[in-house]
């Protein structure tokens, strides 16, 4: 039993080390983000603005876009979204946002967003940058 029980100690030390490594990691990495994000991205964010707030919980003529990046379409509580959003079933992560940037009526026909698209990719990159940023 004892024997079984010796490497115990050793092991659970390796495990904080790495544990410990990972969290310095992880912490200096979301550090990394809030102090150096991308420069451009806030101004580029300014397209979105006038319909879209950057604060959780804050509707204007669009949804709140804190914390979207990672979420299913339409989940903003309040808002009153079009049935083609709604029934979209898309989940927002780059590759769907920067589709739904280009072309907002051929990503999701029928949804209620009045803007042509931006066609620029830089840009778009830099917006989703900055929706990335966003809790
Ligand atoms: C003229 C106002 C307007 C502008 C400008 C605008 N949007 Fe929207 N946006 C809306 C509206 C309204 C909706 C809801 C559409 C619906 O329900 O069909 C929406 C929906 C969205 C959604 C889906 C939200 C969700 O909860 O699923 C995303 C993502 C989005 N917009 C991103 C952007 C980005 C990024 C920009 C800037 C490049 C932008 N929008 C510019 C009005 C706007």
């Known amino acids: 039993m004892n024997r079984k029980a010796k490497p115990l100690p050793r092991l659970s030390a390796a495990f904080a080390i790495a544990a410990g490594t990972l969290l310095f990691a992880a912490s200096n990495g979301t550090a990394t983000g809030a102090d150096a994000p991308n420069p451009k991205a806030r101004v580029a964010f300014q397209a979105c603005a006038a319909c879209h707030s950057d604060k959780a919980g804050v509707t204007r003529m669009g949804p ?14 309040g808002f009153r979204y079009s049935p083609a959003l709604a029934k979209s ?6 590759k769907t946002l920067d589709a739904f940037i280009a072309n907002p009526k051929a990503v999701v026909p029928g949804n209620r967003m009045s803007y042509p698209g931006v066609s620029d990719p830089t840009k ?12």
């Open 124 to 135: 778009r990159a830099a917006i989703i940058d900055y929706m990335q940023g966003l809790r």
């Open 64 to 77: 709140s876009l804190a914390g979207i990046v990672g979420k299913p379409a339409a989940q903003a509580k």
């Open 89 to 94: 079933k898309l989940r927002w992560d780059r």
